[in-house]
């Protein structure tokens, strides 16, 4: 084998390396949507790029805090749901108050199952 090649092949095989080892280093990231209209607030809080393991979320607006049972990451996964619904209550989403949602804005945040903020984001409401 010529010298040219060898250094072509240990360049592609360190590239394949980095490129496997950046993509399973990626950082947890939040997403938050709201909705809040007349009698009544919703959101999803979901956790993206987990490790294995439990983690839960917050949701916050003016003075109003909440925060869901932990979770396990299913495929580096979670979601999380608030409502004021009591349908979307018994089906698992961490029941907020009707006027939960202060001005159309709310900070979701993912936390790790020792409560350390990963992420968080501040996004406005539909209505």
Known sequence: MGQSFKSFAFS???IAILGASTASVQAQTVRVKCDARDNQSTASVDGRNLAA???STTLESGPNMAQSPQVASVQGEIETDYSSKQRDVRRGATKID???I???KVTGSLL???GNV???QTVKCRH
């Open 12 to 14: 592609m095989a360190a």
């Open 98 to 100: 009707a006027d939960f």
């Open 112 to 114: 790790d199952a020792d």
């Open 102 to 104: 202060v001005k159309n």
């Open 53 to 55: 393991g439990l983690y």
């Open 118 to 120: 990963l992420d968080s």
